[in-house]
């Protein structure tokens, strides 16, 4: 190799150092997480615990969800690329290891051991197919809806319809100051349907089986 080149080649070999040193995420612990709920079962340790804003709908079950997709919502309420008024005052009091700690204990929270995952999902009305067809939204989401490819991506399979209607309507909401998420990838698949066609979306999806929760907690505090 000439001296160029490996300029270049040890140039590229730092620079990937960095951003491997950079990315790497704080790492979380599930049991420092069971400390750290109480700001949480208020509402999310209560079952079918209705929020009124910005319209009637059951809080999201978080339960058995990935820890690395709640971090990243959470993180997003913190920098305020999701909207929603009193989830970013609760990110907003969190430090990074509180949302990895968090995630952690939620990730593993009601979870079964030895549970068969969930398979395809079973087909909805002809409506709901084509849906979900024209949205492709089992090929990030996953076949069963509940195995996402990444998995800072949701599972939604058997999420509460009424939250599920509201988040999908909320990614087509702009200029409102206390409403919307500005995350590029659902913006763009939401505008492409009317609420009546969400609506459709977030029956069948809240529908399925899935491996989402809410763990009752408040009685044991
Ligand atoms: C006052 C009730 C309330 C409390 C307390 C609360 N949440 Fe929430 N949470 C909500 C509501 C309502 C939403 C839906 C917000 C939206 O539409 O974006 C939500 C959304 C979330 C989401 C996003 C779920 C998803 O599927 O995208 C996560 C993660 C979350 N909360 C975690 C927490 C954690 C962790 C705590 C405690 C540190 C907490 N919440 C405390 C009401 C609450
Ligand atoms: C290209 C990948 C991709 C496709 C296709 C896709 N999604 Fe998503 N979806 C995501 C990602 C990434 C998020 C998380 C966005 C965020 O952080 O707010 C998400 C979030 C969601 C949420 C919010 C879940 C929650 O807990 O708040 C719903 C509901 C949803 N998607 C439904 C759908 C439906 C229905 C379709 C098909 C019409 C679809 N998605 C297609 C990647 C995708």
């Avoid at 079962?41 to 978080?62: D, L, M, N, R, T």
């Avoid at 909805?124 to 492709?136: D, I, Q």
């Avoid at 763009?188 to 977030?202: C, D, P, R, T």
Wanted: proline share 5%.
């Amino acid at each position: 190799m000439n001296k160029l080149l490996l300029t270049v080649f040890a140039t590229l070999v730092a620079s990937v150092t960095t951003v491997t040193a950079y990315s790497q995420e704080t790492k979380g612990d599930a049991q420092a997480g069971e400390k750290k709920i109480n700001l949480c079962i208020g509402c999310h340790g209560i079952v079918g615990y209705q929020a009124s804003f910005p319209e009637v709908h059951k809080v999201p079950k978080i339960s058995g969800q990935d820890g690395k997709y709640i971090a990243a919502a959470l993180h997003a309420y913190k920098k305020g690329e999701r909207k929603h008024p009193t989830m970013r005052g609760i990110a907003d009091s969190l430090t990074d290891q509180d949302i990895a700690d968090v995630a952690a204990y939620y990730e593993s929270s009601g979870v079964v051991a030895g549970a068969a995952a969930p398979g395809k999902a079973a087909a909805g009305s002809s409506k709901a197919m084509e849906l979900v067809a024209k949205g492709a939204c089992t090929s990030c989401h996953g076949e069963s809806f509940s195995q996402p490819i990444d998995p800072s991506y949701p599972k939604i399979a058997g999420q509460h319809s009424d939250y599920l209607f509201v988040a999908l309507k909320s990614y087509k909401t702009e200029n409102n100051p206390m409403v919307g998420r500005g995350n590029a990838i659902m913006g763009g698949i939401a505008k492409q349907f009317s609420n009546a066609e969400l609506k459709v979306l977030a029956d069948y999806v809240g529908s399925l089986p899935g491996e989402l929760k809410t763990v009752p907690q408040a009685k044991f505090r």
